[in-house]
């Protein structure tokens, strides 16, 4: 972790509270916000698709990333679900590591079993394998690298370079490494995810999933959908 990631990491949502002045952020538990009126909304309306809190987490997250905003989830799985509904439907491909997650290879499977999308999980390494897979005109690839369990490493940058190339959307599960060892946005993915669960934690008392975009647009599309199908992190 470099100096100024660890002055992220320690400063991020310190002196933010503006009503009081609280040093350190605040936990707020309120699922519901008032409003004096439908034409002076708040900032926040209803947890499901906000709260003050969960703002600090984002920001720091996305700052450490070096991402335009990130969107806070309940579980890395959710977090992994949220990606595929935002760029995948029926008949699309999503190009997978052959050694994934268990849980990633679970929900992939099963759900192209549905006829959600299209998986094909593909050995990464084998720069022919993965070429003979962008020929397919997938519409997104997913890396995960280090792998989990096996720590298998693969060349993120030359990965995104080729998906690029084929105009294919990027996404990196850095689960194993953590911002402060590798930042996939600067290696040309498009997004980064995370099971904050695991290293970003690593206290085993949190559950929780973030997904960091390069295009605030995405950011906005990812959130949209995060408040519609109810994956964010209430973080009580």
Request: one cysteine or more; hydrophobic letters at 45%.
């Given at each position: 972790m470099t100096r100024k990631q660890a002055t992220i990491a320690v400063?991020?949502?310190l002196n933010d509270d503006e009503q009081y002045g609280c040093v350190v952020p605040p936990i707020h538990l309120s699922s519901t916000y008032n409003f004096t009126g439908f034409n002076e909304p708040r900032a926040h309306d209803y947890s499901r698709?906000?709260?003050?809190?969960?703002?600090?987490?984002?920001?720091?997250?996305?700052?450490?990333?070096?991402g335009a905003g990130a969107v806070l989830t309940n579980t890395g799985m959710s977090a992994i679900h949220l990606v595929t509904t935002v760029f995948l439907k029926p008949g699309d491909?999503?190009?997978?590591p052959h050694d994934c997650y268990g849980g990633s290879y679970r929900l992939f499977?099963?759900?192209a079993t549905r006829g959600c999308y299209r998986v094909r999980f593909v050995d990464q390494s084998d720069e022919h394998a993965l070429q003979t897979a962008l020929e397919e005109k997938p519409k997104l690839v997913l890396v995960e690298s280090p792998s989990n369990?096996?720590?298998?490493?693969?060349?993120?940058?030359?990965i995104c370079r080729l998906a690029?190339?084929?105009s294919v959307v990027s996404v990196v599960d850095n689960t194993f490494l953590s911002?402060?060892?590798?930042?996939?946005?600067?290696?040309?993915?498009?997004?980064?995810l995370?099971?904050?669960t695991k290293y970003l934690n690593g206290h085993s008392d949190v559950v929780a999933g973030v997904v960091i975009a390069k295009d605030p647009e995405i950011v906005t599309e990812l959130a949209w959908w995060a408040n519609n199908i109810g994956v964010h992190w209430r973080g009580v």
């Open positions: 400063r991020s949502g698709r906000g709260n003050p809190t969960r703002d600090v987490v984002q920001r720091a997250l996305a700052e450490l990333e070096g491909l999503l190009i997978a499977d099963s759900l369990p096996l720590l298998r490493v693969v060349d993120i940058a030359k690029r190339e084929a911002p402060a060892l590798q930042n996939p946005l600067a290696l040309g993915a498009d997004l980064v995370h099971s904050c």
